[in-house]
C-alpha cells in the first residue's frame, strides 16, 4: 500500500492528466474488502477528482467489481478529444461473452480517430519466464485486430516489470509497476524487444500534440525496490521516451 500510495501521489502531481488508466488486478483477492479499502485509502488523493478508468485482470475476472465499484462494463472505449483508449477483456471468457466482445471490436474497426491506444491486462509481447515471449493466445487473437484498427501503442499488465516491445509499427509497453512485488525477467527477449526494468515502481504518460500530428509517450520512474531498500527518484525522473509522429494525411481521416 505504501508503493502504491507514492505511485498514485506522484500521478497525481502530474500537470493536466485528463485520466488514468490502469491496466488490471487491483488487488489480490476482489472478494476481500479490505484490500479495497487499502487501494482506495492509497490512492484516493487521485482517484477523487481525476476520472479513473480500469482494465479488467485476472484477479477481478467475472467477480463483478468492475461493474459494481466502477461502472463501467469489461469492454469499453474512452474518447478524448481525436484520442480514443480501447479497452479490452483478455481473460477467459464464456462463448456469449466472446462473441459480444468480437463484435464490439468489429464496430470499432468501423471507427476512425487519429490516435488509438488500447489497454488490455495480458501482454502479448514479454520476457515472463513463465509465459516465454508473452501470451501467444492472447496475441493470436487480438494483434490481427490491433493492426486493423491502426492501434500505435498497447498497454498492458500481469508480468510485474516494465517493458518496451515494437512489432510492425506498434508498441507494446507493459507497466506493472504500481507497486506489487515485482518479477525477475528472463534473459531470453522477444523480437522487437526495447528495454525492460525490474524492481522498479513508475507510471506511463502519453502526451498528444494535435497540432504536430505526434504524441509522447514516457516511462516516469518513482522508485527502485530493494529487498529491505527503497530508491525514490525526484519526479519527472524519465527513464524512456517514445516519440510517434503520423502523416497529417492520415490524421485528418
Known sequence: STHHALVAERIDEEQDILFVVHTGDLVNDPDDTSEWNRVFAAAGPMMNHIPFYPVAGNHEGDSGVIEEFFGLPLWYVIRCGDIRVVVLD???????????????????????DTWTFAAIHHPLYSADPNHPGGFLDVRKRWEPVFMEWGVHAVFSAHVHAYEHVEQEGIHYFTVATGGAPSYSLSQEKPEGYVTGLENTLGYAVITVDGPNNSAIIEFVKVADVGANTIRIYPPGTIHERVVLVQDPVVSGR
Not at 101 to 106: G, L, S, T
Open 90 to 112: 483478455s481473460n477467459p471468457l464464456p462463448p456469449q461473452e466472446i462473441s459480444a466482445q468480437d463484435e464490439f471490436a468489429d464496430a470499432i474497426l468501423k471507427e476512425r
